[in-house]
């Protein structure tokens, strides 16, 4: 089965800005986000998570000037490709462990639900919400891989 991937909103920023989590110069995100296409590898999204990119990649902070949002236009042109963004038209549900997650990673429980029904990977470069995840058995118990954007294109064979 072709793996599949859900893209933390940070990693779609940091693909746009061609950054790292600090600002400085990375092209990591933007490599991921790339060889993910090419190598015929799936997104995932829902509802919620779909509304937050169009939201984020669409402020003109999140994007040089030059080049406006180019990433939202290469995610409305995934649409036509098969196999290449899979949208799930609803919000993922909730889940009984949900609640165990540290309250310092709650606003991200969205995204968590999405990977524990889609089972896809999910990649953030929110090092405390990994950390949260592991620790709260929530990764553990769901058999979840949450992942850096780096260990997402070792995954690719790409690091």
């Known amino acids: ?20 989590e600090t600002g400085s ?15 015929c590898h799936t997104i ?3 509802d919620t998570l779909w509304d ?7 402020r003109p902070a ?9 990433l939202m236009r290469a995610f409305y042109n995934l649409f036509r ?3 290449k ?15 165990s997650i540290p309250q310092g990673s709650q606003d991200d429980v969205f995204i968590v639900r999405l990977a524990v ?8 470069a929110d090092r405390p919400l990994r950390e949260d995840l592991a620790s709260s058995g929530v990764a553990s118990r769901y058999s979840l891989r949450v992942v850096s954007p780096q260990e997402a294109l070792g995954l690719l064979g790409r690091a």
């Open 117 to 124: 029904e889609t089972r896809a990977i999910l990649v953030t």
């Open 81 to 83: 490709i098969d196999g």
């Open 25 to 39: 110069p990375n092209s990591t995100c933007v490599d991921l986000f790339q060889q993910i296409v090419e190598i």
């Open 1 to 20: 089965m072709t793996p599949r991937f859900i893209l933390d909103e940070n990693v779609v920023i940091f693909a746009q800005l061609e950054c790292d």
């Open 62 to 70: 999140n994007f040089d000037a030059d080049r406006g949002p180019w």
């Open 85 to 99: 963004l899979e949208g799930i038209d609803h919000n993922a549900p909730g889940f009984a462990e949900e609640s």
């Open 44 to 46: 995932v999204v829902d």
């Open 52 to 58: 937050k990119y169009v939201e984020q990649l669409n």
